[in-house]
């Protein structure tokens, strides 16, 4: 019999993640590709392939969160991003707190209860700044692949600042110093400064409660996470995957 207890599936703006978990909510495989434009089918096919690989039935509780996550009929049911990252790194971590979540195309700032279920949030998913989407959409005029952003913008202690908080005036901010022959690196350094002033102040608005926790792709640079610290004073503490939470935290909703 399969050991398989529940699927999360997150599908987001960005990525589409997948989770199968057993029982006690241990994770027994996990997939994630970048969203394609039709989110339901590509869904239909990586529950096919997670199902598939570990023998689980369609009768298996399916829980569906992120953006598209309406759009998920195979899902027994869908919950909030808000309510499955807070999960997924409380049973993580194991920890009440202030967790930032950082996705593709919105932030959030979420305040864990001591039983692991969001007692407040803030959100962004108005501006790109602030998000995954302006590090990407910015450091594309540079020709750095994001998985190296953050080291390079580690590299230097140079530090072009960026004025414009515009995603799209930012571009041209950076094309600018491009021509005024700036450093790359500190040009990087300056735009991970801009996204993480912007994910602080609203973190500051929702209050900061130790420990500072994050969750969602952009947690992978750590530019993002070594500019948090420091300007919040505070260490941040994250899961070792911090993408899959959402799903995760999906995933230990449906057991
Ligand atoms: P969503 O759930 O909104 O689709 P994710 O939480 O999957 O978004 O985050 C996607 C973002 O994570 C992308 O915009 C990308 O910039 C960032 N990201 C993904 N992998 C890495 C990595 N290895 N290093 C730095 N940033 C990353």
Redesign the pocket.
């Known amino acids: 019999m399969s050991r398989v207890a529940a699927i999360g599936i997150?599908a987001?703006?960005?990525?589409?993640?997948l989770v199968a978990v057993d029982r006690n909510g241990a994770i027994l495989g996990s997939l994630?590709e970048p969203?394609e434009p039709r989110v339901e089918v590509q869904v239909r096919r990586l529950l096919e392939a997670i199902r598939d690989e570990h023998g689980a039935g369609q009768a298996v509780p399916t829980i569906a969160t992120?953006?598209g996550r309406k759009l998920i009929k195979e899902a027994t049911r869908n919950l909030t991003?808000i309510t499955c990252h807070a999960r997924g790194v409380f049973r993580d971590l194991g920890r009440a707190g202030t967790l930032i979540?950082?996705?593709?195309?919105?932030s959030k700032v979420i305040q864990i209860g001591e039983d692991g279920r969001p007692v407040d949030f803030m959100m962004n998913d108005k501006c790109a700044a602030g998000?995954?989407?302006f590090?990407?959409y910015t450091a594309a005029r540079l020709s750095v692949p994001?998985?190296e952003?953050?080291v390079r913008a580690l590299s230097t202690t140079d530090e072009e600042p960026i004025s414009s908080t515009c995603t799209v005036f930012a571009e041209s901010e950076i094309i600018s110093l491009i021509a005024r022959g700036a450093e790359p690196d500190a040009i990087l350094r300056g735009l991970h400064r801009s996204l993480v002033g912007r994910v602080v102040s609203m973190a500051r608005n929702v209050g900061i409660v130790a420990p500072l926790m994050l969750?969602?792709?952009?947690a992978?640079?750590q530019a993002v996470r070594k500019m948090i610290a420091e300007a919040t004073v505070q260490g941040v503490i994250l899961p070792d995957e911090p993408?899959l939470m959402?799903a995760y935290g999906a995933a230990l909703l449906g057991i």
């Open positions: 997150d987001g703006s960005t990525t589409c993640k994630l969203t992120g953006y991003e979540d950082i996705g593709g195309q919105d998000t995954g989407r590090l990407e994001v998985e952003l953050g969750s969602g792709g952009v992978k640079n993408q959402g």
